[in-house]
């Protein structure tokens, strides 16, 4: 239906207006890139020593991966595209009964670092969605194989018999019990005994996590004590064990307290074997969408992460305003909705929100052919997971194909039978299901990796952004747990940008060199600590040793590098406030991406090539969602916590160190000592901006107690190494 022709409309577009000015802005400063090259090259040429070579080498090597890295940027600039949609005239198209059914994914994957209260909440808040209950399934994995999430689940679904009917009745929006809770709810009989019956659950379940064992006191009834004695024999471990696939709603037979039916609901823990790869959270979604076709077999399928809940009640039809338009794309294979979050402090210290992953960079690629996948909040058609549109790819039997009509209850043995067949750890062995179908294997970034392939094969996407967050998430508020989670990202995504299916070479190809280079911008995010790393480092050894490595203020030449960072810095920063953000949370934004690339970054890319070398990694971790007080507390107030003894936080310290010594000290005898400000300008600006980045370091370095302080032995290790790098750095100039 056309948005521009139909009325009523199900949806409409526009084009952002300011991409003209991007695309004029882009032709200058690819100019300036230009000159800059020729000016490092007519450097190179004029070089009479060899330490001056390699100091003008190395930096115009960091300035072609810089300007590479904006270029790609280019790519969502160009045509970026604003899209609305009008739920309230879905009826008007589509009657209620023929809404299609939805099958929704959680994942977890271990209960001490997603608290299974956590993920029960998420549960709640999308099986009481403003939708035909008896088209909703929601299948929970619990890839830790643990009775503690099973247990939740078995409480929240006694719960759930209340909560839904309640939500519904009242046309409640927040209807996450926790957050609901947490707001300024009514407080009559009615509501205070529901919540009295959520605190009450809410005890149990945290009393059994906090136990580590579903003790007897907790089990109800004999079904109860025979489900969960699964986990209690001798050889049941998180790594080795059968397949557990726990019925726990069935929406043919459980009603609500109102006497309505109730969505299904379903516990799974795939087999695990330690001699079989599981293929961490791929793997998993892979046997969801397996277990899911024997029992419902929905035409649609949202993952969600296990702590994003939902926030809106009426996203599935807003989802259904594209996906009943067949005409808006045919090939429409998801439809992925921004990544948002809650309990941010006010400037967002560790820059959580990622504003250009889930908010700038998608209307930009809508513009295209649509926006990647971020891992969760994303709709698919399962037909997308089965080969491109015109290249289809055929299942083992059909019982697991897209088109394949269930017509047996999901209690039926022979169903039950089959879902715990396809979970099996052995089952994808001499398959396609992870190369060809399902949720891709070859990347720690599996949500990137397979919406890219999929992309590639011809599918496209949409981005929906509604004014009302449809999900809210919890962001982890450690430092440390921050740049691991970067880190495993950016280990994944290098393992896709030098695959055989590297944007740079396969994805130019099938989709255009916008969206190649789109890809390209994300899959070789880590390669940023190169230029970070050599300009942290090597403007401040050089201004310590009197060596000037960039064009004096008098020299035409740095009006170029003046109008480079700024006008990178001006855009980035306009960019960033349009999309509703503010100018502390950006400069935390920028902040955060020159830590990244002197941590996780450069961490993720040594890891990465250990990995192609064949030396042992660590592999996936899962990032805590554990909330400690103390350390709550020092996030509110915008400290950053640092705590324990990190490699990461060794180049971080030696940077802010090295900065600091080079700034006072360095600039302070080219200023007042040798009057020569004209020709270090830029080392002692480059310098006092490490300086003014790295105040947060400091504070944890020297002027904080607490436990979430820079440790003594990262203080005292990096001092030692900054101190060796200026010996060989002088050492080095004297010869």
């Not at 882009?26 to 001056?52: P, R």
């Not at 790609?72 to 009826?91: G, H």
């Not at 990694?617 to 507390?633: A, E, I, L, P, R």
């Not at 790295?694 to 440790?711: H, N, Q, T, V, W």
Request: hydrophobic share 40%; with cysteine.
């Amino acid at each position: 239906m056309s948005s521009a022709t139909t009325n009523p409309r199900l949806h409409s577009i526009r084009r952002q207006h300011h991409r003209l000015v991007n695309r004029v802005f882009a032709a200058a400063y690819t100019a300036v890139i230009l000159a800059l090259f020729y000016y490092h090259a007519l450097t190179l040429l004029q070089s009479t020593t060899f330490k001056s070579f390699c100091i003008t080498f190395t930096s115009f090597v960091s300035d072609i991966i810089l300007a590479y890295m904006w270029s790609t940027t280019q790519s969502f600039r160009m045509n970026p595209v604003t899209r609305q949609e009008y739920p309230e005239n879905l009826e008007k198209f589509l009657d209620r009964k023929d809404f299609p059914a939805m099958d929704i994914f959680i994942c977890t994957a271990d209960p001490y670092k997603e608290p299974p209260i956590n993920v029960v909440n998420t549960a709640l808040s999308v099986m009481a969605y403003d939708y035909p209950t008896e088209k909703l399934s929601v299948y929970v994995s619990d890839d830790g194989g643990s009775e503690l999430t099973l247990f939740a689940f078995m409480e929240a679904a006694e719960f759930a018999r209340i909560w839904l009917p309640f939500c519904k009745e009242n046309n409640i929006i927040e209807r996450c019990p926790d957050a609901y809770f947490s707001s300024n709810y009514a407080q009559n009989p009615k509501i205070l005994e529901i919540k009295k019956k959520y605190d009450s659950m809410k005890a149990r379940v945290e009393s059994v996590v906090e136990k580590g064992k579903v003790r007897d006191e907790y089990i109800s009834d004999e079904t109860q004590h025979q489900v969960l004695s699964q986990y209690w024999t001798k050889d049941f471990t998180r790594q080795n064990h059968p397949s557990v696939i726990q019925v726990l709603l069935d929406a043919n037979d459980d009603k609500d307290v109102t006497g309505n039916s109730m969505p299904n609901l379903v516990y799974v823990s795939r087999e695990k074997s330690k001699a079989t790869p599981h293929h961490f959270k791929a793997g998993a979604l892979n046997a969801l969408l397996r277990v899911s076709s024997i029992m419902t077999n929905a035409p649609i399928v949202l993952t969600l992460d296990c702590d994003m809940y939902s926030n809106d009640p009426s996203t599935l039809r807003r989802v259904l305003c594209y996906i009943s338009d067949k005409s808006i794309r045919p090939n429409l294979g998801y439809i992925q909705i921004p990544q948002l979050y809650h309990g941010l402090n006010k400037t967002d210290i560790y820059a959580s929100e990622h504003k250009r992953l889930y908010q700038i960079n998608p209307p930009g690629m809508d513009g295209l052919d649509g926006p990647s996948y971020v891992g969760t909040g994303c709709f698919f058609r399962r037909l997308a997971f089965f080969g491109g549109p015109s290249s289809p790819v055929e299942p083992e039997f059909p019982e697991i194909g897209p088109n394949y009509i269930v017509n047996k209850p999901i209690t039926d043995q022979e169903i039950l039978d089959q879902a715990h067949q396809v979970s099996g750890c052995n089952y994808e062995n001499r398959t396609s299901w992870g190369s060809k179908i399902g949720f891709l294997y070859g990347s720690l970034s599996e949500d990137l990796y397979t919406g890219y392939r999929l992309q590639c094969q011809g599918w496209k996407s949409i981005f929906c952004d509604p004014n009302r967050p449809a999900f809210l998430g919890d962001v982890p508020i450690s430092l440390h747990d921050v740049l691991n989670q970067n880190k495993r990202w950016a280990v994944g995504l290098l393992e896709v940008g030098f695959s055989k299916y590297s944007p740079l070479t396969f994805g130019i190809q099938t989709m255009g060199i916008l969206m190649g280079q789109a890809y390209a911008h994300y899959t070789f995010w880590p390669i940023w600590s190169v230029p970070i790393t050599v300009y942290a480092f090597l403007p401040s050894l050089t201004l310590l040793n009197g060596i000037p490595i960039f064009p004096k203020v008098s020299d035409p030449w740095f009006l170029a590098y003046i109008f480079l960072f700024l006008g990178a810095y001006v855009q980035d920063c306009l960019d960033f406030i349009l999309a509703k953000g503010t100018f502390q949370r950006w400069w935390s934004d920028q902040r955060f991406w020159l830590i990244r690339g002197l941590s996780s970054y450069l961490f993720g890319s040594i890891e990465f090539i250990t990995k192609r070398l064949n030396i042992s990694t660590h592999g996936f971790n899962v990032t805590s969602k554990v909330m400690d007080d103390d350390q709550s507390k020092r996030y509110d107030q915008g400290i950053f916590e640092f705590g324990v003894e990190s490699p990461m936080f060794v180049p971080l310290a030696m940077a802010a160190i090295l900065n600091l010594m080079a700034f006072f000290y360095g600039g302070m005898v080219q200023i007042f000592k040798e009057r020569n400000l004209d020709g270090f300008f830029v080392q002692v600006f480059i310098a006092g901006f490490g300086v003014l980045n790295c105040l947060p370091i400091y504070e944890a370095m020297f002027l904080r107690s607490d436990k979430g302080r820079m440790p003594t032995r990262i203080t005292f290790i990096s001092t030692l190494l900054v101190g060796g790098l200026c010996i060989v750095a002088s050492f080095v100039h004297k010869v």
